[in-house]
């Protein structure tokens, strides 16, 4: 089955610094990648998700690369803010499977 | 609110006892997941439904636990008999049946076991 793995376990920044997490994933047929951000006593929120014909997806100060031939995907945040502090986790599903497989997750904590 | 609904929040029981969790996805989503969340692990998936069917039930589903979904609309998740090792966050979501959809959240159950 798929196997989901991400980096870094924790990452702390400063207020407008970037933060990149990245995922590794092992299916080839995995097709579809979406990234959550969990606040706490929250369940996951949706906050960008790239699909397996598109290199780069970008919506304001988030970013998402792809590179299916090394099976890599990774999430850019910018200009962080306090506010961007949470868990964020990476998934991969395939076209047809139900299920998504997550990483272990993320700790951004946004110093002011 | 047209979001995912779970009830309840939280549950308590003691260990031996069944416990019921009720999830009401989406109006328009026709499939609906069931994942479980422990402490620092991302969610993992339990089962999911295509209206009411359900079509895939993973491994960590025990003999112990059974998934509903009599009407294609909201869904039940029971556990029998719960152990200490069931103690999780018990999360719902549901996503349109097209190809690479995402799967929209609820804020889940909580199952604590004394």
């Known amino acids: 089955g798929e196997n989901v793995e991400q980096h870094p376990s924790t990452l702390s920044v400063q207020e407008g610094d970037s933060a990149v997490i990245k995922c590794t994933y092992s299916?080839?047929?995995?097709?579809?990648f979406p990234w959550y951000k969990q606040e706490l006593g929250k369940g996951p929120q949706l906050i960008i998700d790239?699909?397996?014909?598109?290199g780069e997806k970008k919506d304001q100060r988030i970013a998402v690369t792809l590179n299916k031939t090394a099976k890599h995907f990774s999430l850019h945040i910018t200009e962080t803010q306090p506010e961007d502090s949470a868990v964020y986790f990476c998934?991969?599903?395939?076209?047809?499977?139900?299920?998504?497989?997550f990483g272990d997750g993320t700790t951004l904590t946004v110093k002011p | 609110d047209t979001g995912v609904s779970q009830n309840p929040r939280h549950k308590i029981t003691k260990r031996g006892q069944n416990v019921t969790f009720r999830c009401d996805p989406i109006?328009?989503?026709?499939?609906l997941y069931w994942y479980r969340q422990t402490l620092g692990q991302g969610p993992e998936f339990l089962t999911y439904?295509?209206?009411?069917?359900?079509?895939?039930k993973s491994r960590l589903l025990s003999d112990r636990f059974s998934a509903e979904r009599p009407k294609g609309s909201f869904s039940t998740l029971e556990i029998q008999r719960t152990e200490q090792g069931d103690s999780a966050m018990y999360l719902c979501?549901?996503?349109?049946?097209?190809?690479?959809?995402?799967?929209?959240f609820g804020d889940g159950t909580r199952l604590s076991i004394l």
């Open positions: 790239i699909r397996s014909n598109v």
């Open positions: 299916d080839s047929a995995s097709n579809y």
């Open positions: 109006s328009e989503h026709n499939r």
């Open positions: 979501a549901s996503s349109l049946e097209l190809s690479n959809q995402p799967q929209h």
């Open positions: 439904f295509q209206n009411e069917a359900q079509l895939e």
């Open positions: 998934a991969a599903s395939e076209t047809n499977a139900g299920k998504s497989t």
